[in-house]
């Protein structure tokens, strides 16, 4: 494996800077999280990193994730360096009210639904403003295709929100279902599965990485007590290219920076709101708001304005002290 298959490019070469490397600090990229310990990969061989101190005693989105790239020496492992990231996307941990990142430099989010109850319009709008306000690509992935004859009236149901979106159905056991997927990952992207639970983010992730890792798994689960606990979350490598994490049991995902507007999840609505009386216009009371004359009229769907003022709260810069949450 090179630098290159595991995601590395000119966006984070350009941090490194000369004295980094007459330090000898070489790039590695964190490809598994445990309690105690970061595994990271150099392209060749893989080491493991203790958790450090100083990064657990800051705030936690500061702390090295799966999906991170660090520069490392294994003369001095306390001078290793966390290089900015290019997105990251946070869970929100409600008890401790705080948020975590649980993957960085994450290119790409595979949304999965369900060709089931599962689907509906404001979850998958969620799920697309999330992608968006994090600055990541999104691909609609519509699973269980097999077990619905009539899975097509859910990809019709989804279609007039998807706008510049593309969407997959697939069957997540069948790997010639699954081509389209693959290719969105053959330029090293690194993608991240998310998902509501059982709908099949993990079998997708098994059939797309292949016998590899089940071997791997294999190897690891006899030598290694409490396999469940140590690797949840990892970096895995698809044979054809690129990187997926797959997140188990994922519910709340929590969205980093804010956005002001969301042109791609709603143009509709944005481009309507151009034409409203005030520029800031929250589509309520105001006089002449064409918005509001859209849902009168029946060009805009009622749900589909409560949830885009739902979601723009969420994601408001009055919130910004707060991780925000999108039930997704
Ligand atoms: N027939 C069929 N079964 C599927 C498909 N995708 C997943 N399944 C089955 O659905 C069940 C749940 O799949 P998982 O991959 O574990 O779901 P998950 O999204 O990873 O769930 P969590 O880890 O709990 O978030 C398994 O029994 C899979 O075999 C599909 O496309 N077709
Ligand atoms: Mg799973
Ligand atoms: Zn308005």
């Known amino acids: 494996m090179t630098l290159q298959a595991l995601g590395w490019s000119f966006r984070f070469a350009r941090h490194v800077k000369e004295d980094d490397e007459e330090f000898q600090l070489i790039p590695v990229r964190v490809i598994a999280q445990h309690r105690h310990k970061l595994v990271v990969h150099d392209g060749t061989n893989e080491f493991e990193l203790p958790a450090l101190g ?179 979350r990892r970096l895995m490598q698809i044979p054809t290219g690129g990187l997926i994490i797959d997140v188990p049991g994922i519910r709340e995902l929590a969205l980093t920076g804010v956005a002001e507007s969301l042109p791609r999840t709603f143009p509709d609505i944005e481009t309507l709101a151009i034409e409203c009386a005030y520029r800031d216009c929250a589509h309520e009371q105001e006089p002449n708001c064409r918005v509001r004359t859209a849902v009168q009229e029946g060009d805009l769907d009622a749900r589909r304005l409560t949830n885009y003022k739902r979601v723009r709260i969420q994601l408001s810069p009055a919130f910004s002290h707060a991780p925000k949450e999108i039930e997704v």
């Not at 790409?108 to 990541?136: H, M, P, Q, T």
């Not at 990952?185 to 990485?209: A, D, E, H, R, Y």
């Not at 590899?212 to 689960?221: A, E, G, H, I």
Request: hydrophobic share 35%; net charge neutral.
């Open 54 to 232: 100083k990064w657990f005693r800051e705030r936690q989105s500061t702390q090295p994730t799966v999906g991170d790239w660090l520069l490392f020496t294994q003369q001095d492992v306390s001078s290793t360096l966390i290089l900015p990231r290019e997105s990251e996307i946070q869970r929100l941990v409600k008890t401790r009210r705080t948020a975590q990142v649980i993957a960085a430099n994450v290119d790409l989010l595979l949304v999965v639904i369900a060709c089931n109850d599962d689907f509906s319009e404001s979850k998958l709008e969620r799920y697309l403003a999330l992608a968006e306000a994090a600055g990541v690509e999104a691909h609609v992935v519509f699973s269980k295709m097999d077990l619905n004859p009539d899975y097509t009236r859910i990809v019709e149901r989804a279609k007039p929100l998807l706008f510049d979106i593309d969407c997959t159905a697939v069957n997540c056991l069948d790997v010639a279902t699954l081509g389209t997927i693959r290719e969105l990952f053959t330029t090293q992207k690194t993608g991240l599965v998310v998902g509501s639970s059982g709908v099949g983010k993990s079998t997708m992730t098994n059939t797309l990485v292949g016998e590899s890792v089940q071997k791997t798994q294999q190897t690891r689960s006899k030598d290694e007590k409490g396999r469940h606990t140590t690797s949840a």
